[in-house]
Nanobody, 121 residues
């Protein structure tokens, strides 16, 4: 099993910043993509930002220039720096990672439990 544990959510005012972190643990051989997704009440889960093992990134248009994703391959962690937060960023944020387990060598696609981000106006 590969587990993802998120931290860093909370309640902030519009214009403020938050940093989310996620750590992967378990029988990991390699991690390919890592990313952050979010789900607001009554809406579908959407991709916020993803980062490949080589460092290439992709952002949702709504967060470009405000959010920055980064990862530490040695520590199997991924972070999301969120600046200039707006009320429409309010959602549960989920960490995701995919790659391969060791013993047995099988693929995995794991999700964290989610962390609430609430932005008040």
């Amino acid at each position: 099993q590969v587990q993802l544990v998120e931290s860093g959510g909370g309640l902030v005012q519009a214009g403020e910043s938050l940093r989310l972190s996620c750590a992967a643990s378990g029988s990991i051989f390699s991690i390919n993509g890592m990313g952050w997704y979010r789900q607001a009440p009554g809406k579908q889960r959407e991709q916020v930002a993803v980062i490949a093992s080589g460092g290439s990134t992709n952002y949702a248009d709504s967060v470009k220039s405000r959010f920055t994703i980064s990862r530490d391959n040695a520590k199997n962690t991924v972070s999301l720096q969120m600046n200039s937060l707006q009320p429409e960023d309010t959602a549960v944020y989920y960490c995701n990672a995919n790659g391969y387990r060791r013993n047995p060598f099988t693929p995995f696609n794991s999700w964290g439990q989610g962390t609430q981000v609430t932005v008040s106006s």
